[in-house]
Structures are given as structure tokens and as C-alpha cells.
């Protein structure tokens, strides 16, 4: 059974540290890995998607990398702000767009 | 262009009443997704549909039952509510190879 396990679940950073979010997931046919963000009480926006031979993806001050061989993503976010402050949702695609989610990892950006 | 919008926001069921949530996309796109959240975790998928008159279930589909009549609408339905049905529920769609837009859920208590 396909396993998408988030690490750290929560993280408090002061305002303009660069900082890390770990994906990792146990079933190596990967369609695409997707990150996403949920503010509290809203539904999920979408962030970035890597396709599976894309090795990574950037969008602003946000960079996704993919290592298929090891299971891993990361979402790297530069300079954080008080307003990155939300949970971030990895998701695998396995192909047949059926989304395997991590449980996210909620984010404080401390001004 | 609404997106995809979801009826009700909230909703108190006691157990053993039924309901249906609705899903409307105005996206044109063939395939939805039904997912719910428990607290603090990550989503979990109930069914999906491929197109109009196709359905399957996903990963947690017992005690749900889905239809999908036009492209339009994926309406959910909860035939005897159980207090372990509590939860947010997601509604989401996208084009079969790409990121998914999501609605901004229904938050369900069955007391």
C-alpha cells in the first residue's frame, strides 16, 4: 500500500529563514508529486507539480525537487514570510490521478 | 468562473440520518474527486468519477455512494450517518493528467 509520510508535522521559523519540507513515499511509480497548500478552514491550492521525469520545479521564492530512486521530495521556500504561514500537503500521483496525501506539514512564520 | 463550489459549508446530521453534499465545476473537466480530512491528517480519497456516468471508489469508500449524471455535478451521499463520518469532505477535478483544483469543503459533525 502506497505510504506518503511528511516530516517535520509542525515548524516555527522567524521571518526570512529559508527553510525545508520533507516528502517521502514508499510506491516508486510516480506519475507526479504535487505540493500543495491549505490555509485553515479552506480547501487546498495547488503549488507546484513535478512530473516524473522533471527532476525539479520553481514558482517565486518556492523550489520542488523529486528523487524517484529515493522516495523523496522537498519543497524549499526562500526568505519566508508571515504570510507562507499554513499547511503544506505533498501529494503522489500514481497515475491514475487517484492522490496519495501526506499528513502535511503546518508551517508558522514567526514576524 | 466560480471553479468548483461545494453545498453545505457546514452541517450538523444526527446518527443515522442521510445527506447529500453537492460539487459543481464550471471547469469542463471530465474527472472529480471525492476526498475527506480528518483532523490533523492528511486527505483521504472516497470515490472518483472519470466522466459522466463512470464511477469508482477509492481508498475509504464505505458508507458512501456517489452518481455522476452530467460533467457538471458529482453530488455525495452519506446514507446512514455514523459519528466516525466526521470530518471535512473535498470535492475536487482536473483533467486527468495535471494538478486538481479543490473546493473549499464541507465540514460534517454527526453527534
Known amino acids: 500500500k502506497q505510504e506518503v509520510t511528511q516530516i517535520p508535522a509542525a515548524l516555527s521559523v522567524p521571518e526570512g529563514e529559508n527553510l525545508v519540507l520533507n516528502c517521502s513515499f514508499t510506491d516508486s511509480a510516480i506519475y507526479n508529486l504535487q505540493w500543495f497548500r491549505q490555509d485553515p478552514g479552506k480547501g487546498l491550492t495547488s503549488l507546484l507539480l513535478?512530473?516524473?521525469?522533471?527532476r525539479e520545479q520553481t514558482s517565486g521564492r518556492l523550489n520542488a525537487s523529486l528523487d524517484k530512486s529515493s522516495g523523496r521530495s522537498t519543497l524549499y521556500i526562500a526568505a519566508s514570510q508571515p504570510g507562507d504561514s499554513a499547511t503544506y500537503l505533498c501529494?503522489?500521483?500514481?497515475?491514475?490521478?487517484?492522490?496519495?496525501f501526506g499528513g502535511g506539514t503546518r508551517l508558522m512564520v514567526k514576524p | 468562473n466560480a471553479g468548483v463550489t461545494q453545498t453545505p459549508k457546514f452541517r450538523i446530521l444526527k446518527i443515522g440520518q442521510s445527506m447529500t453534499l453537492q460539487c459543481t465545476q464550471d471547469m469542463n473537466h471530465n474527472y472529480m474527486y471525492w476526498y475527506r480530512q480528518d483532523p490533523g491528517m492528511g486527505l483521504k480519497l472516497i470515490y472518483y468519477s472519470v466522466g459522466a456516468g463512470i464511477t469508482d471508489k477509492g481508498e475509504v469508500p464505505n458508507g458512501y455512494n456517489v452518481s455522476r449524471s452530467t460533467t457538471e455535478d458529482f453530488p455525495l451521499r452519506l446514507e446512514l450517518a455514523a459519528p466516525s463520518q466526521t470530518s471535512v469532505y473535498f470535492c475536487?477535478?482536473?483533467?486527468?493528467?495535471?494538478?486538481?483544483?479543490f473546493g473549499p469543503g464541507t465540514r460534517l459533525t454527526v453527534l
Open positions: 475536487a477535478t482536473d483533467r486527468g493528467t495535471d494538478t486538481q483544483y
Open positions: 513535478i512530473q516524473s521525469s522533471q
Open positions: 501529494a503522489h500521483n500514481n497515475a491514475g490521478n487517484m492522490l496519495t
